[in-house]
């Protein structure tokens, strides 16, 4: 059988404007597979998604990640993306002048997912309806004057209509409300499935009980410093990171 | 010292005695005294006039354009092309095209002269509607600068349209202005004189699809709206990468006129745009908006003057302005608000967005406000590419050159969203894709066409 495709992150390193965030991660996340990545605050797992994803920002300067059997670090963002890679962002950025609907159809021909027209607004619109948004999304500016909660749903509608192969999903479940939270983890959920692998960093394990996660890791300090399953979040949920990052630190290198 | 012979047709006394020839005698005296103006006027200088500091033309060597092209080809590819543009946009339009021979076209007038609105050449308008052209005339002194005096001496053709009393014209009138061939000067002219309560949408375009040969366009657009009038203008300039174009746009709106003023400046190597409205009457409002893509070495020159003279006038002005290149933009924008008026509000709003690190743009509004009882603000931003818009985009799969079209168009749109014509929005959506996309303009050669 062979190997689907898979994320593979080991011994990255990344610095931001000349400082280390990542100091050596190692990851694996196949297709058909949901990890959930935690940390405390600081801990990089904002900088390990833009990094993986290629942000011009994020300056890699050790280690390889890869996708699919393709190395990752040479590509630009756009390149990465059509090779299956999607990050829905924890801050989604506004593009005025730019409707939601000419975006995502600008974005599908980028992937070669070109739907005739009717076909599109028909897939768009029941996604639409899914994730409860309303229709008049349709014709709004990408993110331009929306709420926290309506951002996040739009980056989930991305994720149902793209339909990458590899998703980091940045703390796409914080600033939301408990019905919001449902809303969206279903929408996630929907997409869940063997072509599709998902990185899902929180900081919460609320979600974790809608997505049951395949496994659990801990960064800290730019570094996995525990993996496990489930019972890790629930571990982290009720006593918090300390314990966890005080036997990690308290084990040899 | 050297002496130049006149060279055959050139901007000289001979093309105004051309033009005096046949001319009813107020018109020939008139523009007599303007070539005696624009004689003596000195060219603008960046170091003697305000509104000329960043833009230089003292390479522009005036006379050694030519007026008059004497016994070269028709331009029938030309006007056939300017035509077309009008088709894509607004078919419906009636259609009023000059060249330097002067009026060449007109087209489709039928539903408007059946509403008694005129719709000739300022030559015509000079002979059977002295009156309404002397009045448009009078808001566009020659002794005003060496530009407008060049313009009174030697504009040919052009498009002049009245309004009568009342009358809301059923359908656009689109005036074309076009050129070809190197050395070529035109003296574009447009006129539109709105009686009390009528109203009008006017297409006004400027383009040389021949491509980018060395010419001269000195245009004037004096606009005159009555009370209660509703003028809608468009206004497109287009000329080739060679042309130096200087133009004078400057309405004057009576009470309770509405103006909705929208241009968008793409061509020209080397444009001095003033759009000036004059808030004459109590209640009088105007909106201007702009888009502007500069790119190559383009030199793009924007002056606006919103002037309110009467009380409770407003005006807003918004003018985007994307460059590229070594692509440089000039914004200069005054508010002027007269002492008697009073509860007024006037607007202006100038963006500016970097595309190359060798483009360049800036804006400086100024406020003179004599009146105690106003509103006025002005807002001035220039920036690059915002790269996290980018990353955005490019996250999705979108390649970076696509993800720039899309936030340039992006950043233009709430100002294609003010056009008040639907067909010309959508060509101006589209022209401005090709100019992002650095497509050049599909036209006609113009080794067979001088026109």
Same mark, same amino acid.
């Given at each position: 059988m062979p190997e689907r495709p898979t994320l593979v992150v080991e011994g990255l390193h990344a610095a931001v404007e000349g400082k280390e965030i990542l100091r050596g991660v190692d990851l694996r996340v196949p297709a058909g597979e949901v990890h959930a990545l935690m940390g405390p605050n600081g801990s990089g797992k904002s900088t390990l998604a833009y990094t993986l994803m290629g942000h011009p920002k994020y300056e890699v300067t050790g280690g390889r990640a890869g996708f699919d059997g393709h190395d990752l670090l040479p590509l630009s963002a756009d390149e990465r993306a059509r090779l299956g890679l999607f990050l829905s962002f924890q801050y989604p950025t506004a593009i005025p002048g730019v409707t939601t609907v000419n975006f995502l159809r600008a974005a599908l021909k980028a992937l070669g997912k070109e739907l005739p027209a009717r076909q599109f607004l028909q897939t768009l619109s029941s996604e639409m309806a899914t994730l409860k948004?309303?229709?008049?999304? +349709?014709? +709004?500016?990408?993110?331009?004057?929306?709420s926290g909660g309506e951002k996040k749903r739009m980056e989930i509608l991305q994720l149902a209509v793209l339909r990458p192969r590899m998703a980091i999903l940045d703390e796409t479940d914080s600033g939301l409300d408990i019905d919001a939270l449902r809303t969206v983890a279903e929408g996630v959920n929907r997409v869940i499935g063997e072509d599709i692998g998902i990185l899902l960093i929180t900081h919460y394990s609320r979600i974790l009980e809608y997505l049951r996660p395949d496994a659990v890791h801990v960064l800290h300090h730019g570094r996995v410093v525990a993996s496990g399953g489930h019972e890790l979040a629930r571990r982290i949920e009720s006593e918090g990171y300390d314990p966890i990052l005080g036997a990690a630190a308290g084990a040899p290198a | 010292m050297s002496i130049q012979l006149p060279i055959a047709g050139a901007v000289g006394a001979a093309a105004v005695e051309a033009r005096r020839a046949g001319a009813p005698a107020w018109l020939a005296e008139r523009r007599s005294a303007a070539w005696e103006a624009f004689t003596e006027l000195p060219m603008p200088s960046p170091q003697r006039d305000e509104d000329w500091r960043r833009t230089d033309v003292s390479e522009l060597r005036l006379e050694e354009y030519i007026a008059d092209p004497g016994t070269a080809a028709a331009g029938e590819a030309l006007l056939q092309a300017m035509s077309q543009l009008r088709l894509r946009a607004a078919p419906e339009a009636a259609f009023v095209a000059s060249t330097r021979r002067g009026l060449r076209r007109r087209e489709g007038t039928d539903m408007l002269d059946a509403q008694g609105v005129i719709i000739c050449s300022l030559d015509d308008a000079a002979v059977q509607h002295p009156e309404q052209l002397r009045r448009a005339l009078s808001t566009v002194p020659p002794e005003e600068s060496k530009f407008l005096a060049l313009w009174n001496a030697l504009w040919r053709g052009g498009c002049f349209v009245y309004v009568p009393p009342g009358v809301e014209a059923r359908v656009p009138v689109w005036a074309a202005h076009t050129a070809a061939g190197a050395g070529a000067a035109i003296f574009p002219a447009t006129v539109a004189v709105l009686d009390d309560r009528a109203s009008l949408t006017l297409i006004d375009v400027y383009a040389s699809p021949a491509g980018d040969d060395d010419m001269v366009s000195v245009a004037a657009t004096p606009l005159v709206l009555g009370e209660g009038a509703r003028l809608d203008y468009c206004l497109l300039q287009q000329w080739g990468m060679g042309t130096w174009h200087v133009a004078t746009h400057r309405a004057s709106a009576g009470r309770d006129a509405r103006l909705r003023f929208f241009g968008a400046t793409l061509g020209a190597r080397l444009q001095k745009a003033y759009w000036e409205v004059l808030l004459d009457g109590q209640g009088a409002e105007a909106t201007l908006t702009g888009i502007c893509f500069g790119d190559g070495a383009q030199h793009l020159d924007h002056q606006s003057l919103q002037d309110h003279r009467a009380p409770q006038t407003r005006s807003d002005l918004l003018l985007k302005v994307a460059v590229r290149d070594e692509a440089r933009s000039i914004y200069g924008g005054l508010i002027e608000v007269q002492r008697r008026a009073q509860q007024s509000d006037g607007y202006v709003q100038n963006r500016n967005l970097m595309l190359s690190r060798g483009a360049r743009a800036s804006g400086i509004p100024r406020l003179e406000i004599k009146a105690d009882d106003v509103r006025c603000s002005h807002g001035v931003t220039a920036g690059h590419i915002d790269n996290d818009q980018r990353f955005y985009l490019e996250s999705r799969g979108v390649p970076r050159a696509e993800a720039d079209r899309l936030i340039v168009r992006g950043f233009m749109q709430d100002a294609l969203d003010r056009c008040p014509h639907q067909g010309v929005r959508e060509l101006l959506t589209e022209l401005l894709d090709e100019e992002i996309a650095g497509h050049p303009v599909a036209g006609v050669s113009s080794d067979e066409d001088v026109a």
């Open positions: 948004i309303d229709e008049g999304f +349709r014709a +709004r500016y990408i993110n331009d004057g929306f | -």
